[in-house]
């Protein structure tokens, strides 16, 4: 007993690796970015999961982050979340550092797709509230359309439970459900970590179709280490071992010869 209660005040007493000023700000807009020389060393690491990395995303921009697992581009979609924060250089949302952001007006500007997709054991209204608690019904029906789940409004409708004892949803339909979370919470920044892992070609085609169908007007990043569909994108950011080794267009890099275009004959 004393042994535990040591070791949850251990855990207590830890000061928080990521602290936040309190400000007033308004949420933004839009949403523009720069990373200028970031450098990011996990916790007791000797090398840097990211070094010297160097972005300018203009407003409205759609990214590609494309590498093998590993290579650092989750981390990336981590330091833009403030789940850490550089060991060196500096990001700037709307050229203000991020540290001089309070958590309300991060996560204001922000919405996450994440690769694991949590489906809570509830029902669609409540998995739905969770991104917008203030949307209305005819707001949410609204949304589910437009991902191509309307379909779960048939049986039992928002009312319908989901999850343990409820209606399991396959990959592609979780992945939707994520997508229309992520609309519903309507922030002008867009994080997409993987959104298309584990899917077949034809669904993950659909899903790619969908993103740029309503996230149209929205600064995007994808981290992704598959390559379909990328031709789409603004800019295509190839990864290795923690640096950008490769930036530009689809047809720039193609046209380079270089890592990308060696992935694309690959297939």
């Given at each position: 007993m004393i042994?535990?209660?040591?070791?949850?005040?251990?855990?207590?007493?830890?000061?928080?690796e990521v602290t936040f000023v309190e400000d007033e700000a308004s949420p933004p807009a839009q949403v523009a970015l720069t990373l200028q020389e970031v450098t990011f060393r996990y916790p007791q690491q000797p090398s840097p999961a990211l070094e010297n990395i160097s972005l300018q995303i203009a407003a409205g921009e759609h990214i590609a982050i494309l590498g093998r697992t590993g290579c650092g581009k989750s981390t990336l979609l981590q330091l833009l979340t403030r789940a850490w924060d550089p060991s060196q250089g500096e990001i700037l949302l709307n050229n203000q550092p991020l540290s001089g952001l309070s958590e309300a007006t991060?996560?204001?500007?922000?919405?996450?797709?994440?690769?694991?997709?949590h489906l809570f054991s509830a029902t669609l209204r409540d998995n739905l509230l969770l991104?917008?608690?203030?949307?209305?019904?005819?707001?949410?029906?609204?949304?589910?359309?437009?991902?191509?789940?309307?379909?779960?409004?048939?049986?039992?409708?928002?009312?319908?439970?989901?999850?343990?004892?409820?209606?399991?949803?396959?990959?592609?339909?979780?992945?939707?459900?994520?997508?229309a979370r992520a609309l519903l919470h309507d922030a002008p920044l867009m994080l997409l970590d993987e959104p298309t892992e584990g899917l077949d070609a034809a669904t993950e085609s659909q899903i790619l179709h969908l993103l740029a169908d309503v996230m149209r007007d929205k600064t995007v990043l994808m981290v992704t280490h598959?390559?379909?569909?990328?031709?789409?994108?603004?800019?295509?950011?190839?990864?290795?071992?923690?640096?950008?080794?490769?930036?530009?267009?689809?047809?720039?890099?193609l046209a380079k010869?270089?890592?990308?275009?060696?992935?694309k004959q690959r297939l």
């Open positions: 042994a535990s209660a040591r070791r949850i005040s251990q855990i207590t007493d830890q000061q928080p991060l996560r204001q500007a922000m919405s996450v797709v994440p690769q694991r997709v991104a917008a608690p203030e949307a209305d019904d005819a707001h949410l029906s609204a949304t589910l359309e437009k991902v191509g789940l309307e379909k779960l409004l048939q049986d039992g409708g928002l009312n319908g439970w989901l999850g343990e004892g409820g209606r399991q949803l396959s990959g592609g339909e979780l992945r939707r459900l994520a997508i598959r390559l379909r569909g990328l031709a789409g994108f603004n800019q295509i950011i190839v990864m290795d071992n923690g640096q950008i080794i490769e930036q530009g267009s689809h047809v720039e890099l010869q270089g890592r990308y275009f060696q992935f």
